[in-house]
């Protein structure tokens, strides 16, 4: 079942018992809250029970009917399952109707008999990470949630930060109180707050490096650093942009058009065009070398051959 569908269930149409499955943790909080709102109300306290790890006689928080209300929801996390699974599917049998309990898991699969269990009774909601449309639909209501709206181009800049909807969220809380005189939030107007992008430090990195300005290179290297990013993420992303600005220096030296290279590289619009204007910079074996020496910097880390700590420097350095 999907979650749209699993939110239009009355109270008197609740399951026993449903897996939330999926990565999607704040999706998954987000729900339970909707749901003790719609289903308990101002009887939470007594009747929204999380079981966590090292609790006993979880058959009792099972079985226990609701007080002062007629519903009663059990949350379980992941944490519980372990040697627990086997106990746990058996007592799901007991549970009453006014009840009704949530495993929280990553993946059902990895427990065969409540996979085997809930497979069968179709009681498993998907919380998958959201993407493209959705993730921007999930912003623009959030916004809508603390009573703003927001314009496209601030939802198109944050859908392209993460889709770890606890860090947007912190995001969407921080714009909200910066713009709290705004009906609504323009992109030009929070422009000074917003978090910049991975890969726009990244590209900016490259182009100073190009432009033989290793200083400021280097500072946003440690500015990455700083805002917590490890060494195998910025190389990861800097090979990733060498790589991208070879295809595109090739592509340009054949003469192909905009159109041909978004649709080679499978790179948006805006993307493409940002590329193309930094790989016109570039010679076609400048960027072959630079790449060569990204991938060997690389190695070395990964072999042993080089720290970690001090690699991106020496690239920077020696670039």
């Known amino acids: 079942m999907n979650l749209k569908e699993f ?5 008197n149409q609740l399951k026993a018992a449903y897996v939330f499955n999926g990565p999607n943790e704040f999706l998954k909080e ?4 909707y749901l003790v709102k719609k289903y308990i109300g101002s009887t939470k306290a007594f009747n929204l029970q999380m079981i966590t790890q090292g609790m006993d006689e979880i058959d009792r928080y099972f079985i226990t009917p609701p007080m002062l209300g007629n519903k009663k929801l059990i949350v379980l996390e992941e944490e519980v399952l372990g040697e627990k699974e086997k106990y746990i599917a058996e007592i799901l049998n007991s549970i009453p109707g006014s009840n009704s309990v949530i495993i929280k898991t990553l993946d059902i699969k990895k427990y065969k008999i409540l996979n085997k269990v809930f497979k069968k009774a179709e009681n ?3 919380f998958e990470m959201l993407k493209g449309s959705e ?3 999930w912003i623009g209501n959030r916004f809508n949630s603390f009573g703003k709206r927001v314009d496209k181009a601030t939802v198109d800049y944050l859908s392209g930060l993460s889709d770890d909807l ?3 969220d912190n995001e969407i809380k921080k714009i909200v109180s910066f713009a709290c005189d705004l009906e609504i939030i323009k992109f030009d107007d929070i422009r ?7 890969e726009d430090r990244v590209f900016e990195m490259v182009d100073a490096i190009g432009n033989g300005n290793k200083q400021r290179a280097m500072k946003l290297y440690r500015d990455m650093v700083l805002l917590g990013y490890n060494y195998f993420y910025i190389m990861g992303m800097t090979i990733r942009q060498y790589r991208l600005l070879f295809q595109i220096r ?3 030296d054949e003469a192909a058009s905009m159109e041909e290279i978004k649709k080679r590289t499978g790179l948006a619009d ?4 940002k590329m193309y204007t930094q790989a016109k910079r570039f010679e076609l074996k400048d960027l072959k070398n630079k790449l060569f020496e990204c991938l060997k910097t690389d190695m070395d880390v990964k072999t042993g051959e080089m720290r970690e700590d001090i690699a991106m420097e020496v690239f920077i350095s020696e670039a």
């Open 7 to 11: 939110l239009k269930t009355e109270a």
């Open 30 to 33: 987000q729900t339970i809250d």
């Open 124 to 126: 498993i909601i998907q």
């Open 135 to 137: 993730l921007k639909s």
């Open 166 to 168: 606890f860090y947007l």
């Open 192 to 198: 000074g707050i917003l978090p910049i992008k991975l």
């Open 250 to 252: 090739a592509l340009i």
């Open 270 to 273: 805006f993307a493409v065009k």
